[in-house]
């Protein structure tokens, strides 16, 4: 294992040709899965130890070490192990070789977790399956040997994400839900604390939107006071009052354009507040909700019509009468861009552009939904009613996984991007943190609107949380709410204006047709069975 | 006491060292009486580019939370990706003009990749430049067709056979063409010359005529003679890589193997119509593919002669020359139904046809040594030039364009088997008399098939199932 300190000396010649016979070794290829059938029990092929000449050293399995907890320089994984420099070339440099040893040969071990968070579905066991042909199956390992790459890699470059969440611990023996936002505020720096601020306006209840990189925010009072400001900087884009009463604001897929549901009718605005269309088929709208992906703004009516425009076209996709009263509880499921719809009757129900009836019906309480919620994932959705009820279903098994009583009936609920729920009752705004994962029994953060809330929306890859409300608008700081790494290739939030226009044609280029929504996002990836089995038939009716 | 404000000490300053990662928000005495609190903050100065020179900078996280609706998304991608494949899908690049009677042959040598040698019907034979789409040198080769071009890599002389009953040996290594002027070696044979072929490492011709000669240059008499049957042979071809043995087709409608230390052929498979023309696969061994009259390509193993590896069907009418591609993985077929088309080695149907309304009976076809054009030459004295993949993008190609490039190629084959991308992508453009010689010969085979499959329900005593591939086959010889 470990050279006698007194080896003999080699002439230069022969040091010289194991070290590049070291050096080939270091970049073999790795050998292909299916050949090392048999020997199954071999260790990894362990690229980095350096073999002694004529003596082997013992390579040690890489015991996983989990990094939870650990200072960066405290157990670093040599993976590198680079001979010490010498002043000497040659003989005296190459023998220094020969002793170091790598304490962790191999590569890094990855936290199955993070693994798991990146790995897209079971790898398929090819050699149960039935491909027939060796050729077929040595060529399906291959693709799957490089998924199994990519996942790794993906795990692996975690660690160059640049920022950490935000996070919250209270003073010992303290708990998090006392502690309030002056408190917060004064603690945190500057850029932080303009983040959390009130602004009291005369126009009605307001129902608020933020923009989908977290930029800019809109604003719109019942009494037709709309704004669209950035409120980082709080500068104003464009205000008006449109001398209607106004329902609900809603950004299009850019900060170019946003669309106003007014008394009659739906307006869209330009980002200097030039009324760009007027849309009369969606009239007396209550709620709104865009698809980013689909560039479809879905709208509830009055008289229980969900309609899906499409804004690139200007075209009406669908128009579906639901028969199911007034719907004024609407939600979109993000992983699967389908519409949640809460009714009087306590279901829930949830709908796509391809059918006429809703694809899920659930019966979630006994009294009339107040709101729904599902979160960034797409696999958790809460429901409040009138009875003071809150609770959290599974969207794969539609089970009920909690029930909670609350102080008084939740009028908005919304989830943020890190999985914290924000309710308002009343006057007050709780912030509940695990909410679906445990049964928790305090909120993680509670705060006290001076008036009644109209509109609760968490601002994404920040960790503030907007609350509209009868007497204008407040913004609180929430630490941990935003996802701290924005992907620059779905939305960032410092887009010039170069780069605004050209992901506003990519992602036109790249628009999902309407017929793809389906509960299950990834039906497209699967077989049709019944076609394939038809085709078949087909075929082989006249084979002999 | 003093452990307790060690430990503290020590908690401090691991705390201090993960706080010193964000200097913007203040760092609170690791005390556990005061709240420690974060919010999310960027420094603007990490997200956005320095100068105007440097490019935008795109932090990436590869999160699968952030990227909903994956495969819509994909699916859209590769949609679009197969239109604007066939958006770009030009193959036709340009025409070499020149000669003066039909082309009966192409020759290619691995020297000059640009270099193309063509022997017309008249004896004349041309080296065309074919990136300046010029002629480097004429020459009257031989009196009478000009049957085969040869490049021989062991001797890097070049021979032609004519219809005048001689082998001519070629010098060309001038970069201007200059030294074809004339043969450096003439052979008089006294048989009929249909096709010529050199060793991969000796200094043997194999020609095939009335039987198959093998002639070392310096000699006048052919060191070795195979004869089986009475019938002439069409074409003759060395194995490139099992560099002892030919193959020749027959106009018996046989197809020979030999060995060329041997003194009698190997064997022997009789098909049910001629074969036009033979190719060997220049990375595998023992695979060689067969142009026939009954519009069909047949892949054989050599080993295994009793039934080919693949049938190739797609042509309407008799395919008449057939030449791999150099990485042995695609072919191309040029057939008397005026289109030429490209074959997967494996598949058994075209991936590609190229025609144009001028080009007449084709006669032969070859794939460039780079792997990037196919000549094709026709009765109408053009050799037409196309591209090997129709929408490859000819000229430099940037490194993000490449990339984008083979991100659309592989989402398509990701996608390739949905039914609106499969019928995207297959889809071509065919002459009306391709298109309608198709319809009728399917809705024949359907017929005939299911005529057989009736006749088997209904009779007790039934012949043995044969293959498909098999039935084109008559016997085997040895």
């Known amino acids: 294992m470990s050279s006698p300190k007194g080896s003999e000396k080699k002439p230069a010649s022969e040091v010289r040709s194991t070290a590049t016979q070291n050096l080939k070794k270091k970049f073999k290829p790795p050998k292909d899965e299916h050949l090392l059938r048999k020997t199954k029990n071999k260790k990894p092929n362990n690229t980095f130890t350096k073999k002694a000449e004529g003596r082997v050293v013992k390579r040690q399995l890489p015991k996983f070490k989990s990094s939870h907890g650990k200072t960066p320089n405290s157990g670093a994984v040599q993976k590198f192990s680079r001979p010490p420099k010498t002043g000497q070339k040659g003989k005296e440099g190459a023998q220094d070789d020969q002793t170091e040893e790598d304490p962790f040969p191999g590569d890094a071990p990855i936290p199955h977790a993070r693994l798991q968070k990146h790995k897209r579905g079971k790898a398929e066991d090819l050699d149960k399956n039935g491909v027939t042909f060796l050729s077929n199956r040595i060529h399906l390992k291959k693709k799957e040997k490089l998924v199994k790459y990519a996942v790794n890699l993906a795990a692996r470059s975690e660690i160059l994400l640049p920022e950490e969440t935000g996070f919250l611990e209270p003073a010992k023996g303290d708990c998090t839900s006392e502690i309030t936002q002056v408190q917060i505020k004064s603690s945190v720096d500057i850029t932080s604390a303009t983040k959390q601020f009130d602004l009291s306006m005369q126009f009605g209840p307001y129902a608020i939107n933020y923009l989908r990189n977290g930029r800019k925010m809109l604003i719109g009072g019942r009494m037709g006071h709309v704004a669209a400001f950035d409120w980082v900087t709080k500068q104003l884009t464009c205000e008006m009052n449109v001398m209607e009463s106004v329902h609900d604001v809603a950004w299009l897929h850019n900060e170019t354009l946003f669309a106003v549901a007014q008394k009659e009718w739906t307006y869209i605005y330009d980002n200097q507040g030039i009324e760009v269309h007027c849309i009369k088929k969606l009239n007396n709208v209550l709620r709104m909700e865009f698809l980013p992906y689909h560039f479809l703004l879905a709208t509830t009516n009055d008289s229980g019509t969900l309609s899906w425009l499409d804004v690139s076209m200007g075209k009406m996709v669908k128009r579906t009468h639901t028969h199911l009263g007034r719907l004024d509880v609407l939600c979109h499921n993000p992983r699967n861009a389908v519409l949640c719809c809460g009714h009087s009757k306590g279901t829930v129900s949830m709908w796509t552009p391809n059918f006429v009836s809703p694809v899920v019906k659930m019966l979630c309480h006994t009294q009339p939904v107040r709101s729904v919620a599902v979160d960034q994932s797409g696999v958790y959705m809460a429901t409040s009613s009138i009875d003071c009820s809150l609770k959290i279903w599974d969207l794969r098994t539609y089970n009920c996984l909690q029930s909670y009583k609350l102080g008084c009936g939740a009028s908005n609920i919304t989830f943020s991007q890190r999985g914290l729920l924000a309710v308002s009752m009343g006057n007050i705004v709780e912030v509940y943190k695990d909410i679906c994962t445990e049964t928790i029994h305090k909120p993680y953060l509670k705060h006290f609107v001076g008036s009644s809330v109209s509109g609760l929306k968490f601002c994404p890859y920040e960790d503030v949380l907007g609350v509209g409300h009868a007497r204008g608008m407040c913004s609180m700081l929430v630490p941990g709410a935003g996802e701290p790494n924005f992907d620059a290739l779905e939305s960032n939030p410092f887009q010039t204006k170069s780069q605004r226009r050209e992901t506003e044609v990519k992602s036109l280029l790249e628009k999902i047709q309407p017929e793809l929504i389906t509960l299950d996002p990834f039906e497209l990836g699967e077989v049709n069975r019944q076609s394939v089995i038809e085709k078949f038939e087909e075929k082989t009716r006249y084979m002999v | ?273 001629r074969s036009n023309s033979i190719c060997w696969n220049p990375m595998e061994a023992f695979i ?157 085979r359907i017929a005939a098939r299911r005529k057989e499959f009736n006749v088997r329900t209904h009779t007790k005593r039934q012949k043995p199932i044969i293959s498909e591939k098999v039935k084109a086959i008559v016997s085997e010889q040895q």
């Open chain 2, 1 to 273: 006491m003093d452990k307790d404000m060690l430990k503290k000490q020590i908690e401090n300053m691991k705390f201090q060292a993960t706080m010193e990662r964000w200097p913007l928000s203040k760092s609170i005495a690791a005390d556990d009486s005061k709240m420690k609190v974060k919010v999310l903050v960027r420094n603007p100065d990490d997200y956005l580019r320095e100068t105007k020179r440097d490019i935008h900078k795109l932090p990436r996280n590869y999160d699968p939370a952030l990227h909903p609706l994956e495969a819509p998304r994909e699916y859209t991608r590769a949609l679009n990706a197969v239109k604007l494949e066939r958006v770009f899908a030009l193959p036709f690049i340009g025409c070499l003009d020149g000669h003066r009677d039909g082309l009966s042959c192409l020759g290619k040598t691995p020297d000059h990749l640009s270099w193309l040698y063509s022997g017309a019907c008249d004896g004349e034979l041309k080296l065309w430049d074919v990136a300046k789409r010029r002629v480097l040198c004429t020459v009257q080769a031989h009196d009478g067709f000009v049957r085969a071009i040869a490049y021989s890599q062991e001797s890097s002389f070049l021979y032609t056979v004519g219809d005048d009953k001689l082998i001519k040996q070629w010098k060309s290594e001038a970069e201007d063409g200059s030294d074809l002027k004339a043969p450096v070696n003439t052979i008089l044979t006294g048989g009929m010359l249909t096709g010529i072929s050199p060793h991969r490492s000796k200094p043997i011709l194999a020609t095939c005529g009335e039987a198959c000669n093998l002639w070392e240059h310096t000699r006048a008499q052919p060191i070795k003679t195979f004869q089986w049957g009475v019938d002439s042979l069409q074409s003759i071809k060395f194995n490139q890589v099992e560099e002892n043995i030919l193959a020749a087709c027959g106009s018996d409608r046989s197809i020979i193997l030999y060995d060329m230390r041997e003194s009698v052929p190997l064997r022997k498979v009789v098909l049910k119509m």
């Open chain 2, 288 to 444: 060689f593919t067969v142009a026939n009259e009954d519009y069909n390509l047949y892949t054989f193993d050599m080993r295994n002669l009793n039934s080919p590896l693949n049938v190739h069907s797609d042509h309407v009418s008799a395919v008449i020359d057939v030449d791999y591609s150099p990485t042995g993985k695609e072919f191309v077929s040029a057939s008397y139904d005026k289109t030429v088309r490209i074959y997967d080695a494996r598949q058994a149907h075209s991936r590609d046809i190229y025609h144009t309304k001028r080009m007449q009976r084709l006669t032969c076809a070859a794939w460039s040594l780079d792997d990037r054009f196919i000549f094709s030459g026709s009765d109408e004295m053009n050799i037409r030039i196309w591209k090997a993949r129709a929408a490859e993008k000819l000229g430099v190609v940037k490194p993000r364009e490449k990339t984008a490039l083979r991100v659309n190629a592989k989402l398509i084959e990701k996608f390739e088997h949905h039914p609106h991308i499969k019928k995207i992508q297959r889809h071509r453009h065919v002459p009306k008399h391709v298109y309608n010689a198709r319809n009728e010969l399917r809705s024949g």
